[in-house]
């Protein structure tokens, strides 16, 4: 049985895809899978897959997924998944040689788990190189600047998370990105897959959901480096508006509530009761207008 089942989600990522799938062959955990989802590429992505899939010893398989956005595709790697873990690598990142070794490793050590991530470097495009940019990098680099270490080497997060008056201060994401985790497989039983409804929460709104039931172990060091480039997907979202946070904190109310500080409870309790206020002002003036409307029709 395999241990890990890398997954890439892929679309026209010849530029960077090289380079990626180069850290997968370096890795001193073997006993991997990789899983291929490809959405429609238009480019060389595929040339190079196949010639990486010649190149290695452990099984390379590759999907075609018809495009219906990128949570869409990352579920479709965990469908054809057959690791007991899943490890997600974009396909502009890439892993340390012993980044799968060292959270199977955590696994071992805390069978219990749900998710195991690590900390990130950058990989900064030398046209994305600006103030700017190293302003980002400031803000969150230290995702978990809020939590304290369990011991010199990791942090231990449980759902008490939610409950810090911090849980709503920035970074929103207390984990990390896709590239930076690994989870177990068959947590998506039991919580489901990725909410394809969403563009840009959708990874740590997913991490939640595993903290929820499962505690969380992030390495304090990085075991991935993460890059930064004008056409990653958080920029192009931007660059479109797309935009699902002002959602977030709908998802907290529904599904949330009961774990969050008090003060967090009054924040969204004071939010929806005036969003509910306002749809039955709206729908009292749909249901007058519609009784005026149909008497005019008589």
């Known amino acids: 049985m395999v241990d890990v089942s890398v997954c890439i989600p892929t679309y026209n990522g010849e530029k960077y895809l090289k380079e990626s799938l180069e850290s997968i062959k370096r890795q001193t955990f073997k006993n991997i899978e990789v899983i291929i989802s490809d959405d429609?590429?238009?480019?060389?992505?595929l040339k190079i897959v196949n010639e990486f899939k010649q190149e290695v010893d452990f099984p390379v398989n590759i999907?075609?997924?018809?495009?219906?956005?990128i949570g869409a595709n990352w579920n479709h790697c965990i469908e054809k998944a057959?690791?007991?873990y899943i490890k997600f690598l974009f396909q502009d990142d890439i892993l340390y040689?012993?980044?799968?070794?060292?959270m199977v490793e955590i696994y071992t050590n805390y069978p219990d788990l749900g998710l195991v991530a690590c900390k990130r470097d950058f990989i900064i495009d030398p046209n994305m190189k600006s103030e700017q940019t190293?302003?980002?990098i400031g803000k969150y680099k230290n995702l978990q600047i809020d939590y304290e270490l369990f011991n010199d080497s990791v942090y231990y997060l449980t759902n008490t998370v939610f409950a810090e008056k911090s849980f709503l201060a920035s970074p929103l994401n207390k984990i990390g990105e896709p590239s930076c985790v690994m989870f177990r497989r068959d947590i998506a039983k039991s919580i489901g897959l990725f909410d394809v409804r969403l563009k840009q929460i959708l990874d740590y709104e997913y991490w939640y959901r595993i903290l929820k039931h499962k505690s969380v172990i992030v390495i304090n060091k990085p075991l991935v480096a993460f890059r930064i480039h004008e056409n990653q997907a958080t920029?192009?979202?931007r660059a479109t508006e797309i935009n699902d946070y002002n959602i977030y904190h709908k998802?907290?109310?529904k599904d949330y509530f009961h774990y969050l500080h008090d003060s967090i409870k009054k924040s969204l309790d004071d939010e929806f009761s005036k969003r509910n206020?306002?749809?039955k002002y709206i729908l009292k003036k749909y249901k007058f207008l519609k009784s005026k409307l149909e008497k005019w029709l008589k």
């Open 40 to 45: 429609q590429s238009k480019d060389n992505t």
């Open 63 to 69: 999907y075609f997924h018809q495009p219906q956005g």
């Open 82 to 84: 057959k690791g007991k």
């Open 97 to 102: 040689h012993t980044c799968i070794e060292e």
């Open 134 to 136: 190293e302003e980002w």
């Open 235 to 237: 920029n192009l979202n």
């Open 251 to 253: 998802i907290l109310y």
């Open 277 to 279: 206020m306002v749809k």
